[in-house]
């Protein structure tokens, strides 16, 4: 069984930097193209960023382009999203997930098989 495990989230001010990290296991981590969805309290779980099976390829929601980067270390075999320029409107539960499709978009809940369990972000103004 595929394991994700997300950290980072916390409390931040509008402005600050975050950067949260999903740590797998029990996967060839390098055959799994990964994604960093969000969900805020009563909207739908969105996905924010994508990344290819190497790290070369990323998409970007139009709500974080230029504020977010997503990243891998295939060594370390863990995800990271970088997130500057925080507003209050990041505040959201952040899940990482991963399957082996890459499909060259972003994509919804229903595309990805293995998910973390999440981590809190909190933005105060």
């Known amino acids: 069984q595929v394991v994700l495990v997300g950290s980072g989230g916390g409390s931040v001010q509008a402005g600050g930097s975050l950067r949260v990290s999903c740590a797998a296991s029990r996967i060839t981590y390098m055959y799994y193209c990964m994604g960093w969805f969000r969900q805020a309290p009563g909207k739908e779980r969105e996905e924010v960023a994508c990344?290819?099976?190497?790290?070369?390829?990323?998409y970007y929601a139009e709500s974080v382009r230029g504020r977010f980067t997503i990243a891998r270390d295939n060594v370390k075999n863990t995800l990271y999203l970088e997130m500057n320029s925080l507003k209050r409107d990041d505040t959201a539960m952040y899940y990482c997930?991963?399957?082996?499709?890459?499909?060259?978009?972003?994509?919804?809940?229903?595309?990805?098989?293995?998910w973390g369990q999440g981590t809190l972000v909190t933005v105060s103004s």
């Open positions: 997930a991963a399957d082996r499709a890459w499909r060259f978009r972003l994509l919804v809940p229903a595309d990805y098989k293995y």
């Open positions: 990344i290819d099976f190497s790290g070369s390829t990323t």
